[in-house]
T-cell receptor, first 113, second 114 residues
Framework: DAKTTQPPSMDCAEGRAANLPCNHS???????VYWYRQIHSQGPQYIIH???NNETNEMASLIITEDRKSSTLILPHATLRDTAVYYC??????????????FGEGTQLTVNP | DSGVTQTPKHLITATGQRVTLRCSPR?????VYWYQQSLDQGLQFLIQ???????AKGNILERFSAQQFPDLHSELNLSSLELGDSALYFC?????????????FGPGTRLTVL
């Protein structure tokens, strides 16, 4: 799986958009970008994933650059409950070679009132 | 609520002992994964089972073993426990290796070895 680089921490004001960047310059053509978050000692929570097109769901939007070397997770209106560690993970989505998630250090997002 | 359940929530035991952690996957999910999260190691993949068979192994110690039963629930057995085994243990499930493999995590079991 490709390695990812994320800033260790970010702050965001409540109600504003939170934009979390992730670099994955060694991503392969068949690798997807996944985002998970972990709210203090709870189980990680799946947020969104994408291959090359921008994706949006009820939780967030995922913007992937055209060269696929970086992406941004956008929380459009951050709330205090969005304070968590956010993990960007790049991996092959399908296949029988093992579907483990390789977690890095992630970004600690703190949403301030 | 992810639909994945884990028991017990907390476990306190002594060094040298053996414990069993239990995981019930989401209804219909065939894959179960175990992860360990300790303060110094972060979240690490231990092992994956798919429909009762071991599918992938991570940095799982020989003192640890797991299995997935016909009803798809899984157990992680930790033996000869050491202080360093104190950690959060998460189970996750997904729909199978041919799908997008979003993994859904349980609330975890916090193991404390004294």
């Amino acid at each position: 799986d490709a390695k990812t680089t994320q800033p260790p921490s970010m702050d965001c004001a409540e109600g504003r958009a939170a934009n979390l960047p992730c670099n994955h310059s060694t991503i392969s053509g068949n690798e997807y970008v996944y985002w998970y978050r972990q709210i203090h000692s709870q189980g990680p929570q799946y947020i969104i994933h994408g291959l090359k097109n921008n994706e949006t769901n009820e939780m967030a939007s995922l913007i992937i650059t055209e060269d696929r070397k970086s992406s941004t997770l956008i929380l459009p209106h951050a709330t205090l409950r969005d304070t968590a560690v956010y993990y960007c993970i790049v991996r092959v989505a399908k296949g029988t070679s093992g579907s483990r998630l390789t977690f890095g250090e992630g970004t600690q997002l703190t949403v301030n009132p | 609520d992810s639909g994945v359940t884990q028991t017990p929530k907390h476990l306190i035991t002594a060094t040298g002992q053996r414990v069993t952690l239990r995981c019930s996957p989401r209804s219909g999910d065939l894959s179960v994964y175990w992860y360990q999260q300790s303060l110094d190691q972060g979240l690490q993949f231990l092992i994956q089972y798919y429909n009762g068979e071991e599918r992938a192994k991570g940095n799982i110690l020989e003192r640890f073993s797991a299995q997935q039963f016909p009803d798809l629930h899984s157990e992680l057995n930790l033996s000869s426990l050491e202080l360093g085994d104190s950690a959060l243990y998460f189970c996750a499930s997904s729909g199978g290796v041919t799908q997008y493999n979003e993994q859904f995590f349980g609330p975890g079991t916090r193991l404390t070895v004294l």
